[in-house]
C-alpha cells in the first residue's frame, strides 16, 4: 500500500474519546484511521469487524501466526478470522503494540487485585455499553458473544524467555501515534481503557484522538 501525506484537508472525520469511554464508527476501504495518544502511556483496547458481515472479525491468532510476531507495528497486516487483511499499520510513532493482554473485566480485575475492585469500569463494560448503543445493529444486534481478543494499542505487555507476561509502564509519549489502512470498510470498537490497577496507563486514563483521513 503507498502511503499518501497526512493533510488536515484529507480528514474526514476527528474525536476525542475522554479517558475511559467507548468509542464506535466505521472506516471505509481505502481510508486511513489514525490513534492519537494524546497525553501519552495510555492503553486503546480495540477490535476490528467487517462492516457488511460482524460474524468476521479481527483475529490476534490468525495475524500473530500470518506474521510470525506478538507485536504490532509498522507493516503488520491485522487478520480476519476468515484470513482476509482487514488493515495494514503504515505509520507507527510509538513502535509496539500488544496482542495478548486482553481486555480488564470485572473477573479479570477480581483476580488481579482485589475482590473489591470487581465493581470499578472495565474496558469488557465499555464495549458492552458501546455495542448497546450503536446504529450499527441494522441486521443482527452485537452482543458480548461478539466480544473476541483484542489489540492493545500503546500497551507494553513485554514476554520473558520462559512465557512469563507482565504489563510494565508504557513506551508511548505526548502526541505518538499508530496509523492503519482499511482493506475493507471496518467497523472499528474500541475502549479507551479505564483501568486504575496497572501501569498499562501510568494509573491515569487519559483521551486519546481518532482521525479518519482519506
Known amino acids: 500500500m503507498n502511503k499518501q501525506f497526512f493533510t488536515e484537508n484529507r480528514v474526514v472525520y476527528r474525536a476525542v474519546v475522554a479517558a475511559g469511554d467507548p468509542w464506535m464508527y466505521e472506516v471505509k476501504a481505502g481510508q486511513y484511521f489514525r490513534i492519537v495518544d494524546l497525553e501519552g502511556n495510555q492503553a486503546v483496547d480495540t477490535l476490528f469487524y467487517n462492516a457488511q458481515d460482524h460474524s468476521e472479525r479481527y483475529s490476534a491468532t490468525d495475524t500473530i501466526r500470518e506474521q510470525g510476531n506478538i507485536y504490532l507495528t509498522t507493516g503488520s497486516v491485522l487478520q480476519s478470522n476468515l484470513i482476509n ?22 473477573e479479570s480485575n477480581t483476580v488481579r487485585y482485589a475482590i473489591e475492585k470487581r465493581s470499578m469500569h472495565s474496558c ?91
Open 124 to 214: 469488557r463494560d465499555s464495549f458492552l455499553t458501546a455495542l448497546g448503543k450503536c446504529s450499527c445493529n441494522h441486521d443482527k444486534p452485537m452482543t458480548k458473544a461478539d466480544l473476541s481478543s483484542n489489540i492493545n494499542f500503546f500497551m507494553n505487555v513485554p514476554v520473558s524467555p520462559d512465557g512469563h507476561l507482565d504489563f510494565d509502564d508504557g513506551i508511548s509519549a505526548p502526541g505518538r501515534y499508530v496509523e492503519m489502512q482499511a482493506h475493507m470498510d471496518v467497523l472499528v470498537l474500541v475502549s479507551n481503557c479505564p483501568q486504575l490497577n496497572n501501569p498499562c496507563n501510568g494509573y491515569n486514563p487519559t483521551p486519546v484522538e481518532m482521525i479518519i483521513w482519506q
Open 85 to 106: 487483511p482487514m488493515l495494514t499499520i503504515v505509520d507507527d510513532t510509538c513502535g509496539r503494540h500488544d496482542t495478548i493482554g486482553g481486555a480488564c473485566s470485572a
